[in-house]
């Protein structure tokens, strides 16, 4: 079993930033990869950016693309997402996810609440 631990999320005004951490504890003793998905009231959950073990060629979605970074440090198990430029439509529960494909995740966070305000 792996758990993840989210931290970092909060109100923020439109065009503010914020920075998520989720560190992951467990048997995380494999090469899995990392990311972030996210959900807004009455949406369906979405991948936002996710990570591989090596950190090469991340993957964002178009609408992050250029003010979302995403990183990791294997040594802590712990990845990060640094959002910039937040927008009012970024509002949503950000879900932390670890797993062989980021697109199918293994195990999830519990969720961090990011809210931008206009």
């Known amino acids: 079993q792996v758990q993840l631990v989210e931290s970092g999320g909060g109100l923020v005004q439109a065009g503010g930033s914020l920075r998520l951490s989720c560190a992951a504890s467990?048997?995380?003793?494999?090469?899995?990869?990392m990311g972030w998905f996210r959900q807004a009231p009455g949406k369906e959950r979405e991948l936002v950016t996710g990570?591989?073990?090596?950190?090469?060629?991340?993957y964002y979605a178009d609408s992050v693309k250029g003010r979302f970074t995403i990183s990791r440090d294997n040594a802590k198990n712990t990845v990060y997402l640094q959002m910039n430029s937040l927008k009012p439509e970024d509002t949503a529960v950000y879900y932390c996810?670890?797993?062989?494909?980021?697109?199918?995740?293994?195990?999830w966070g519990q969720g961090t609440q990011v809210t931008v305000s206009s």
């Open positions: 990570i591989s073990w090596s950190g090469s060629e991340p």
């Open positions: 467990g048997r995380t003793d494999g090469r899995y990869a």
């Open positions: 996810a670890y797993g062989v494909k980021i697109w199918n995740p293994d195990y």
